[in-house]
T-cell receptor
Framework: AQTVTQSQPEMSVQEAETVTLSCTYD???????LFWYKQPPSRQMILVIR??????QNATENRFSVNFQKAAKSFSLKISDSQLGDTAMYFCAFMKHSGGSEKLVFGKGTKLTVNP | NAGVTQTPKFQVLKTGQSMTLQCAQD?????MSWYRQDPGMGLRLIHY???????DQGEVPNGYNVSRSTTEDFPLRLLSAAPSQTSVYFC???????????????FGPGTRLTVL
């Protein structure tokens, strides 16, 4: 079974600064996907960024980027130029490539607070 | 498109009562799933379905029943509610017939359930 570990229950950052959230995972699969989801106080789950394991290039989406280290099974999220709207819970998630069974395994989350 | 809708948004039950959480999607997605979110636990998969008439158990299925009679609807039934089922419940859906290797999961807004 796959497991996802987020070792930082809470983090804070000053507005406009950069913060990195950590995520490690354990799997014997070779083909899989990794995701970061954002959950603001509204409770809605929002996909921030995804990474295919077969791609060596790290994914980026505007101010969000990942550092994917497949051998180390590490998948950290970097948020640049932090904004107050980035305040939220962030969940790292794993999905194996199973062709139609899109089961997600989530970490326990990191609560990020952006301070003005 | 309304996306993924869930009703009700909030519910309070007494121990032993039964109820059904409703989930519907209008995107013609084959895959639908239910997760529960507890403080400090992330999201955990309860049940999932890869198409009408097909359901399977996830990580934490005990105490819950599901059925999938149509592509659009995937209700979650609590037959005899227990305080341990106090949680926030999310429904999600995705297409499994896309041209890419991965199909994004879309989440509903969640149902907060309290069992007294």
């Amino acid at each position: 079974a796959q497991t996802v570990t987020q070792s930082q229950p809470e983090m804070s950052v000053q507005e406009a600064e950069t913060v990195t959230l950590s995520c490690t995972y354990d799997t014997s699969e070779n083909n899989y996907y990794l995701f970061w989801y954002k959950q603001p106080p509204s409770r809605q789950m929002i996909l921030v960024i995804r990474q295919e394991a077969y791609k060596q290039q790290n994914a980026t989406e505007n101010r969000f980027s990942v550092n994917f280290q497949k051998a180390a099974k590490s998948f950290s999220l970097k948020i640049s130029d932090s904004q107050l709207g980035d305040t939220a819970m962030y969940f790292c998630a794993f999905m194996k490539h199973s062709g139609g069974s899109e089961k997600l395994v989530f970490g326990k989350g990191t609560k990020l607070t952006v301070n003005p | 498109n309304a996306g993924v809708t869930q009703t009700p948004k909030f519910q309070v039950l007494k121990t032993g009562q039964s109820m059904t959480l409703q989930c519907a999607q209008d995107m013609n997605h084959e895959y639908m799933s239910w997760y529960r979110q507890d403080p400090g636990m992330g999201l955990r998969l309860i049940h999932y379905s890869v198409g009408a008439g097909i359901t399977d158990q996830g990580e934490v299925p005990n105490g819950y029943n599901v059925s999938r009679s149509t592509t659009e609807d995937f209700p979650l039934r609590l037959l005899s509610a227990a305080p341990s089922q106090t949680s926030v419940y999310f429904c999600a859906s995705s297409s499994t017939s896309g041209t890419g290797p991965y199909n994004e999961q879309f989440f509903g807004p969640g149902t907060r359930l309290t069992v007294l």
